[in-house]
């Protein structure tokens, strides 16, 4: 089957020169002190497929206009995807009509200036011109690999984008980023439903998606998987494969607010006021930076109001380094802005999985974690469930598959309690996406409470 | 669940506001990235008669390409929010988008496009390319999709139940209401901060199909959050009151009639009361449930476990299966809680956030059992999945026809199966809260939604919520914190030994639920009432290291 390639090409990605023409066409247009206009969009498209079989699969194309005008520190802003010129007129004067009425804002900072940015190359053609056939191909790989097999049901998702984000204003800022993504999530469960395998990919370039891995690791965690029995809930050593550590670790990135921490409503508050950068916090073989040009993550280089996003160091060799600031906080507290972070990588060490596995008298490998939720923010405590392949170790062996568990765990306590680190890896399959370097972790009394039937 | 991935990427404000409230939702988190605006919106909207022409040139070129069914769906979907903190405004959030998605059914298998150019050349290109990826997509040998009947509604148009639209109040009157009513939260001593929000939705939808449907709905839904922060004197601890009032689908006057401003200083003292409350000793206690609570635990081990989507394995590799499945061992056959327990999916509840006309399908839902006097009896369905059951619904001498749970969140989004209303009846019994408290010797009062985590079969979860009050022989003699139960879902809803009778009978409804791949949010209410479940096993979550 060969579908033509560009069949529909309504919304491509904006060039660079394309996204300052249209923002000057509308910021010439205010009448407003201030005007800020970010335009964003591109093509989306998916398959989707379970129980061997294709079941949705769709393409979208949107482009987003948004325009906000200020007066001293009153703003409104309107959002359209209708870019007549017409439209966008009516959405200028909208934006001042509103802006007029807004009650003044105390912390609303001034516009931005022109800005230094770094060139992320995250856009990456062959992604940009994968068609429906290739990802009908790719996802054909998992489903004729399960049904070879005879006994397995594969449901996975294959997800492809392009797209450009850009803004500016009167004073001369311009920033303009474009970015490709692929992320290919497999699940496979065992006919008889007592095993589930998992495995995922992700990267901006198409070509570092590999099908036939994410299958072959599915399939052999769903065998593997395959009648588990149940071991008593408890404090456990536990192996975290990357997925795992992602899962919890991450969330702490949305504790890293500076204000909140300031204001003693953060576990990075210090008792008796403040917070606690530069304390040691964690193991000292933690690193946790951000980083947009790191090639493993390749995220944006601004954040919506055209804030350079740059290297961060949060937490170096265990002591917490920094905190994000917004440009009011930062203003506020005399300290540097650094918005919030766009990725996350944790320096790794040169562990591999099987040396923790090797040197484990009695533990438990986990896949993945689902559904974390947060349960006390005091502590950044979080629970939630493994999911889609747990296994026991004993004696330096995976011995035998067992029930998913579920745990009480906070980031902060893993991070002191580690036993080994292994090497970063991308991940694919987060529960709250974006770009995520993580290794996986042999962590000690890890704190599981009770026992899930479910598989 | 609600899937995260979205507001990590809108950046700054979206983290700093999910740091900033943590029991907050994070989809709040991405309305509040916005940038501050108005709620006036420029957006010329499609008259009826124009989007019927695009509507149907989709759909025929559908047709023409060589679907079997297809049909189109053209959203206007308005969103506005308007977030304070303290006396201050934080950001007022406005969106007006539309757009054409339509969807083609080609030798049995689905294609989907989407785009916003909303010209005759547009949505045919885009009918093309949805034809385009169903004949990619075509496995050969693969059982093709096949639809339930459904009859064909031509040229209606429904309306939710609102009386004030919230599109149509100024600024001011938003900001002005959440500023007192911060004012009011602030007077309870040891209040730092509040957190307060207001959310709308507004979709007018047109959608037509091949079967000759043509219908035109106005959907309005409203919300306000807030959650108020009290912080100990020394620093060392701090406690949140929060989810005081539940959304629905309503217009601006049902946000009044909550009176935010007359209730906050009572919130602000049980926040207050938290940082001194005894912190709770783990056990297997009584519990005696809020509908304001119990409508979370409803949502995540009732209703999603009963989506037949889940039950089939078509969200395997996401939100997960049911432990209600397989369909043949459990249809008639689970008791899945006492014979007191009735179960009903709906989506004509006045009120209801899933209350709809017609679903995304075309078909005018109906009200349905799901649990009939303890035993489970039905699944939720659409068109496609309605068929899957048609071994039951003969034995029960019914028609093979869809429940009306199809829904897409915008023009942008493929449709599939969502939760209708999802509700726990009245007992017989005319009974309330109180009187369930004076009937228990050892327990524990839950009020609110909190925290809240299930697995991916719907057998094992933990529930926090808001406030939580020790019950000793059938008197409330304290609050308690740092409360959490857990529990495995057959065992618990069979635990269920008393419920409330009609006078208590009221809605909780979530704003943000996700689903499916891209993940999409819906709105869903759940009617309950208080309810007593025995000996459930509690933990105490005020873990330090």
């Known amino acids: ?455 | 669940m609600t899937s995260r991935r979205d507001f990590l990427r809108t950046g700054a404000l979206a983290a700093g506001a999910l740091a900033a409230r943590p029991v907050f939702d994070s989809a709040e988190a991405l309305a509040l990235s916005l940038p501050p605006s108005g709620t006036v919106v420029p957006v010329e909207p499609l008259a009826q008669a124009q989007a019927k022409e695009l509507l149907l040139a989709a759909i025929d070129a559908a047709k023409a390409g060589g679907a079997s069914f297809a049909d189109a769906r053209i959203n206007r979907a308005r969103n506005n929010s308007v977030a304070t903190r303290e006396q201050q405004i934080v950001g007022v959030g406005d969106s007006d988008t539309q757009g054409l998605g339509v969807r083609a059914l080609v030798d049995g298998t689905w294609g989907f496009a989407a785009t916003r150019e909303l010209t005759r050349d547009g949505v045919t290109r885009a009918a093309r390319e949805a034809v385009a990826i169903a004949k990619a997509n075509k496995i050969p040998g693969a059982p093709p999709v096949v639809l339930a009947p459904a009859p064909a509604y031509t040229d209606v148009t429904w309306k939710s139940a609102y009386t004030t639209d919230p599109f149509e109040i100024p600024i001011e009157q938003k900001v002005d209401l959440l500023l007192k009513a911060n004012a009011e939260a602030m007077k309870a001593t040891g209040v730092r901060f509040v957190n307060s929000a207001m959310f709308f939705v507004k979709e007018e939808k047109h959608y037509a199909n091949t079967d000759g449907s043509v219908i035109s709905q106005t959907l309005i839904r409203s919300w306000l959050p807030m959650n108020i922060t009290a912080v100990s004197a020394d620093m060392s601890d701090f406690q949140t009151r929060g989810n005081v009032i539940q959304p629905a689908g309503r217009g601006f006057e049902y946000l009044l009639l909550q009176d935010p401003v007359g209730n906050a200083r009572k919130w602000g003292e049980e926040a207050v009361e938290k940082l001194k409350a005894k912190p709770v000793e783990v056990g297997r206690y009584d519990l005696v449930l809020h509908p304001s609570h119990l409508w979370l635990t409803i949502h995540e081990s009732i209703a999603h476990p009963t989506e037949l989507d889940r039950a089939m394995g078509y969200e395997a590799n996401y939100a997960g299966t049911s432990f209600v499945a397989p369909p043949r061992e459990k249809l008639g056959k689970l008791k899945y809680g006492p014979a007191m327990m009735n179960v009903i999916g709906d989506r004509d509840q006045e009120g209801g956030c899933s209350t709809v006309g017609y679903d995304d399908d075309g078909v005018k839902p109906e009200r349905f059992h799901i649990i009939k006097d303890g035993i489970f009896v039905d699944y939720q369905t659409t068109r496609e999945q309605a068929p899957f059951l048609d071994w039951w619904y003969a034995s029960q001498n019914k028609p093979v026809q869809s429940h009306g749970c199809s829904y897409a969140q915008t023009w942008q989004h493929v449709q599939f199966q969502r939760m209708p209303n999802v509700s726990l009846l009245p007992g017989e019994r005319d009974i309330g809260w109180d009187d369930i408290i004076a009937a228990t010797d050892r327990g524990i009062a839950i009020i609110g939604d909190g925290s809240f985590s299930i697995d991916q079969q719907r057998y094992n979860a933990q529930f926090g919520g808001q406030v939580f009050y020790e019950i000793r022989g059938g008197k409330i003699v304290g609050m308690l914190k740092d409360v959490a139960y857990q529990m495995r879902t057959p065992d618990f809803w069979n635990s269920m030994d008393m419920i409330g009778g009609r006078k208590s009978y009221e809605p909780g409804a979530s704003f943000f639920d996700g689903k499916g791949q891209p993940s999409q949010v819906n709105a869903v209410s759940h009617w309950s009432v208080p309810s007593r479940f025995r000996n459930v096993n509690v933990i105490n979550t005020g873990r330090k290291s």
Do not use: C
């Open chain 1, 1 to 455: 089957m060969s579908a033509p390639r560009r069949l529909f090409a309504a919304d491509g990605v904006l060039t660079r020169a394309e996204a300052q023409s249209l923002i000057e066409r509308v910021v010439k247009l205010s009448q407003a002190d201030e005007i800020q206009v970010n335009v964003g969009g591109g093509m989306q498209t998916n398959v989707r497929f379970a129980d061997n079989r294709m079941s949705t699969a769709g393409s979208v194309s949107n482009f987003v206009v948004t325009i906000q005008s200020s007066y001293g520190k009153r703003s409104a802003a309107v959002q359209v995807n209708d870019t007549s010129d017409a439209a966008l007129e009516a959405a200028v004067r909208q934006s001042e009509a509103l802006a007029r009425l807004a009650p003044e804002n105390p912390e609303s900072m001034p516009a931005l200036g022109a800005q230094q940015y770094q060139e992320v190359p995250a856009y990456f053609e062959r992604t940009a011109g994968v068609s429906a056939a290739d990802r009908a191909a790719a996802a054909r790989v998992a489903i004729d690999a399960a049904k070879k097999a005879g006994d397995l049901q594969a449901a996975g998702y294959i997800q492809v984008g392009a797209g450009a984000s850009a803004l500016g204003n009167k004073r001369g800022l311009f920033a303009y980023h474009r970015s490709t993504s692929a992320n290919y999530t497999l699940t496979v469960r065992t006919s008889d439903g007592t095993g589930s395998g998992w495995a995922g990919a992700d990267h901006p370039d198409w070509s570092q998606i590999d099908p036939a891995e994410v299958a072959e690791t599915a399939i052999r965690k769903a065998q593997l998987s395959r009648n588990p029995s149940a071991v008593e809930p408890g404090r456990y050593t536990v192996i975290l494969e990357p997925q795992a550590v992602g899962d919890l670790v991450q969330l702490m990135g949305f504790a890293i607010d500076a204000r909140s921490a300031d204001e003693g409503r953060s576990a990075f508050s210090k008792a008796g006021g403040g917070n606690k950068i530069g304390e040691k916090i964690v193991d000292e073989r933690v690193t946790i930076i951000s980083d947009p040009m790191d090639p493993d993550l390749l995220a944006a280089p601004f954040d919506g109001q055209g804030l350079p996003i740059g290297r961060q160091v949060w937490i170096e060799n265990g002591v917490l380094k920094n905190l994000a600031y917004s440009r009011f906080w930062a203003e506020r507290k005399n300290a540097q802005p650094t918005g919030f972070p766009s990725s996350m990588k944790m320096l790794g060490g040169d562990a591999s999985l099987e040396q923790m596995i090797a040197s484990t008298q009695r533990g438990i490998l986990v896949t993945r974690l689902w559904y974390l939720r947060q349960v006390d923010p005091r502590t950044i405590l979080y629970t939630g469930l493994t999911r889609d392949g747990t296994f026991l170790v004993e004696n330096g062996k995976i011995s035998r598959s067992i029930r998913n568990l579920r745990f009480n765990e906070s980031p902060l306590f893993i991070l002191n309690n580690l036993e080994m680190v292994g090497r970063p890896q991308r991940l694919a399959g987060t529960e709250a996406g974006g770009n995520v370097v993580l290794p996986a972790l042999k962590v000690r009394d890890f704190n599981f409470t009770s026992l899930s039937d479910a598989v």
